[in-house]
């Protein structure tokens, strides 16, 4: 729900000059475009501007607003670049959105939630701990990256990444509605390509994406190759095990010809031995046979979860470095190469899996 629950009126920074211009009857496209470019250079869309016709913008002032989320925090790491912000909705919920350093100097991937919580409850993952309050509007979801954008001074926003608070897949509507909005020139003007949605498994998702997104990039959260380590972690392999997401990501590469990035979180004595990572080549050589494409296969380190109220110690840890090695070289000797993502802002819990709405 958004502040206008109810009501006809349009959140202008969730809606591409398209999806304007249908909305108010008699708008010029022109005119839809220039307005939503205004709003996403932060200008009041009552400004006035030769550009837009006046007949125009008054009937888009009637129909429309822009509503915004509270900056209630944002918590700059220590030991490196990575900014968390937590942004307050209008009915008092807190959202947490990171923004990453890239390699190349002033260019940055905003990490965006697509839910308040999430009810799918991944065992290592914070966020999954909290269960699920709703769903994000798309101006939710769009929201984020304007707020991150104001903070960059020098340099840009170069991508998206929807692996924040929630499933995407579960509010695919909206996510979808927001990546048009990013992409869209007149808007926020980011590469399609540039744009990641990342899912614990859904197929449904999975398909309508690469249908409805094709530009945009896959990520999948494996956790293990092994079935029953992957469904002790993920209570979603149940209703969709692994067999069955990665059909429908094989569909989505014979769509898209992109090649899936897939997620591993090392845990220590879990889901980090040598049998681990031979079943993990196993789905990689036979996804590789399926589809022509070699997914992106990442190995992201475990970080903590703070203890929550109920005071419960956190069950896991990271496996130890040379745990680690071992178990990408296992995977190296059977042809598959891996990435080791660089989980940053740990010091402020802005790293994978630590995003809990507790600043």
């Known amino acids: 729900m958004s502040e206008a629950a109810g009501s006809s009126l349009i959140p202008l920074q969730g809606v591409t000059g398209e999806e304007l211009r249908a909305a108010v009857c008699g708008l010029a496209i022109e005119d839809a475009r220039r307005i939503i470019a205004q709003v996403h250079r932060d200008e009041s869309p009552a400004a006035p501007s030769s550009a837009i ?5 008054e009937a888009v002032l009637a129909r429309s607003y822009v509503p915004k989320l509270e900056l209630v925090a944002e918590r700059k790491s220590s030991v490196d670049a990575f900014v968390k912000y937590a942004l307050r909705t209008h009915d008092g919920h807190v959202v947490e959105t990171v923004r990453i350093p890239l390699e190349v100097p002033g260019r940055f991937v905003v990490c965006v939630s697509s839910q308040v919580g999430c009810a799918l409850g991944c065992t290592f993952c914070a966020t999954g701990r909290m269960g699920l309050t709703r769903n994000l509007e798309t101006w939710e979801i ?20 929807f692996q924040g608070m929630g499933e995407p897949m579960a509010n695919l509507d909206r996510v979808l509605g927001a990546i048009r909005v990013m992409s869209e020139p007149s808007a926020l003007a980011i590469d399609a390509r540039n744009i990641t949605v990342c899912t614990a498994g859904l197929p449904s998702g999975i398909r309508r994406l690469a249908v409805e997104a094709p530009k945009v990039r896959l990520g999948l959260s494996l956790a293990s190759g092994r079935r029953e380590v992957r469904r002790s972690l993920m209570p979603i392999d149940r209703a969709h095990d692994l067999r069955e997401v990665l059909t429908a990501a094989a569909e989505h590469v014979a769509v898209t010809g992109l090649a899936p990035m897939w997620a591993v979180t090392l845990l220590h004595g879990v889901n980090d031995t040598v049998d681990d990572a031979r079943a993990l080549a196993d789905e990689v050589l036979a996804f590789r046979a399926k589809t022509g494409k070699n997914p992106r296969v990442t190995v992201i380190p475990y970080n903590a979860i703070e203890v929550g109220a ?4 956190d069950p896991f840890a990271r496996s130890p470095d040379a745990r680690e090695q071992t178990f990408r070289d296992t995977l190296s000797e059977r042809g598959v190469f891996t990435h080791k993502r660089y989980s940053g802002g740990s010091d402020v819990a802005a790293a994978c899996g630590q ?5």
Not at 53 to 57: L, Y
Request: hydrophobic share 40%.
């Open 142 to 161: 769009v929201e984020q990256v304007r707020v991150v954008k104001r903070g960059v001074t020098s340099g840009r926003i170069h991508g998206v990444v």
């Open 310 to 313: 109920e005071g419960q110690a």
């Open 53 to 57: 016709r006046r007949s125009a913008r």
């Open 355 to 359: 995003l809990a709405a507790r600043s």
